[in-house]
């Protein structure tokens, strides 16, 4: 059972380029997270999706970044017109439920986002 | 006040010592509590898991949950340089809609 998978593992992208990262959850979930963590920083939530539902998306900018979680495919985190304070650690986490026990979430290895 | 508070460290014990961790958290109806490992240039890794009141144990890790103190805790014994890491505390607030992570206590073993 393959575990979360995201893709591009490193990512480059020059100031204004977009940037699209990855996330296929683990099977059997439908509940996916989107995080960013800075050098020697916590993560800082920034979108909860279901299969084709944004729930919580307090923690996005609300301008040039977008996410997404298809019926078929993997969720999409989109960066537009990237800047360098965009450059990260981009984790994605899927569940297989909300609340209670089925709550845990496990993520994948990230995408590093530079920017230059 | 933030939602999910831990000290951030470094918190240092010598091998074979127990390692007490802290979190304290916000939001009075969460449901669900976490701890993560995290290891640098590393994806965190869920290593426990509470939902009642009390004490659960795992291997060499104990979580305890107080909720109506708003306070979960993570006790590793027998302390390895292994465990040498960055601990991240997880509260699913309201029960449900978003998973919000501590900043992380920064452990060091010394052996």
């Known amino acids: 059972n393959a575990g979360v998978m995201q893709n591009p593992r490193h990512l480059v992208r020059r100031r204004g380029q977009e940037a699209r990262l990855r996330c296929s959850p683990m099977?059997?979930?439908?509940?996916v997270y989107w995080y960013r963590q800075l050098p020697e920083e916590g993560l800082k939530f920034m979108v909860y999706l279901q299969k084709e539902n944004i729930i919580d998306e307090s923690g996005m900018p609300k301008e040039r970044f977008s996410a997404e979680f298809p019926k078929e495919g993997p969720s999409i985190l989109r960066i537009q017109q990237v800047v360098r304070g965009d450059s990260a650690a981009y984790f994605c986490?899927?569940?297989?439920?909300?609340?209670?026990?089925?709550?845990?979430?496990?993520f994948g290895q990230g995408t590093r986002l530079t920017v230059v | 006040q933030k939602e999910v508070e831990q000290n951030s460290g470094p918190l240092s014990v010598p091998e074979g010592a127990i390692a007490s961790l802290n979190c304290t958290y916000s939001d009075r109806v969460s449901q669900s509590f976490f701890w993560y490992r995290q290891y640098s240039g590393k994806s965190p890794e869920l290593i426990m898991s509470i939902y009642s009141n009390g004490d659960k144990e795992d291997g060499r890790f104990t979580a305890q949950l107080n909720k109506a103190s708003q306070y979960v805790s993570l006790l590793i014994r027998d302390s390895q340089p292994s465990d040498s890491a960055t601990y991240l505390c997880a509260v699913n607030l309201r029960d449900g809609n978003k998973l919000v992570f501590g900043a992380g206590t920064i452990l060091r073993v010394k052996s």
């Open positions: 986490a899927s569940s297989p439920n909300q609340g209670g026990s089925g709550a845990e979430a496990f």
């Open positions: 099977k059997g979930h439908s509940h």
